[in-house]
């Protein structure tokens, strides 16, 4: 029952969390005695405690084991195929081109975040985590993505600002943002935004 739940929910090398796993009539403790068997029949893997995955096989016919990475991607930012988070602070600006530093320790805003700014580890390796200022959606991501890379411009940016704006203006035009889309949120955003928007000169797709 468990192995083919998971074969029509998952992908093979997609971290399962457990915490995930509901199917009618499965007690909590049947469920971990079945991941347990199915983890000793060597079918479904154990990357650390709570997260599963069923084996993907390279080139070669080996199987590959998953990553913290990928872990951090399918549990904060898009779970089960719905937007959860983005990538944000020092890694928003390296991905954005606002910045060539590529931080040791990668940044998350996710909705799953346990606290305003928290610091958790998968697999030895770790993570920034902060609260968004409002729930993320499919909707708004591209908007929120935007208005971090101005709050965080003087912190994050290498770039010069109107070089940082027109960065930025492309990727306006991109994702078809507004400035009422943007108004929408910059009440949630300190202050200095509207200095960074300023010295940027960043332009938005229309003023509608």
Do not use: W
Not at 2 to 7: H, T
Not at 38 to 63: Q, S, V
Not at 105 to 129: C, D, F, G, M, W
């Amino acid at each position: 029952m468990l192995y083919n739940y998971l074969k029509e929910n998952y992908e093979p090398g997609e971290p399962i969390f457990s915490g995930d796993i509901v199917i009618p009539g499965l007690s909590e403790e049947n469920l971990r005695y079945h991941l347990k068997k199915l983890t000793d029949d060597g079918i479904l893997y154990r990357f650390e405690a709570g997260i599963y995955y069923l084996p993907k096989l390279n080139i070669f016919g080996e199987k590959m084991s998953i990553t913290a990475d990928m872990v951090a991607l399918h549990k904060y930012v898009m779970r089960k195929g719905k937007r959860i988070g983005y990538y944000s602070g020092y890694t928003l600006a390296n991905r954005m081109g606002l910045s060539t530093q590529v931080p040791f320790t990668e940044e998350i805003t996710s909705n799953l975040a346990p606290a305003p700014i928290r610091e958790v580890t998968i697999k030895n390796q770790k993570y920034i985590l902060r609260r968004p200022v409002v729930e993320i959606t499919d909707e708004n991501v591209a908007i929120l993505q935007f208005l971090d890379c101005l709050k965080d411009l003087e912190k994050c940016a290498e770039e010069e600002p109107k070089v940082c704006g027109r960065i930025l203006t492309g990727y306006a035009r991109e994702h078809a943002i507004t400035k009422s889309s943007v108004d929408r949120f910059l009440v949630n955003y300190p202050l200095k935004i509207y200095k960074a928007i300023y010295e940027t000169g960043v332009e938005y797709v229309s003023t509608q």
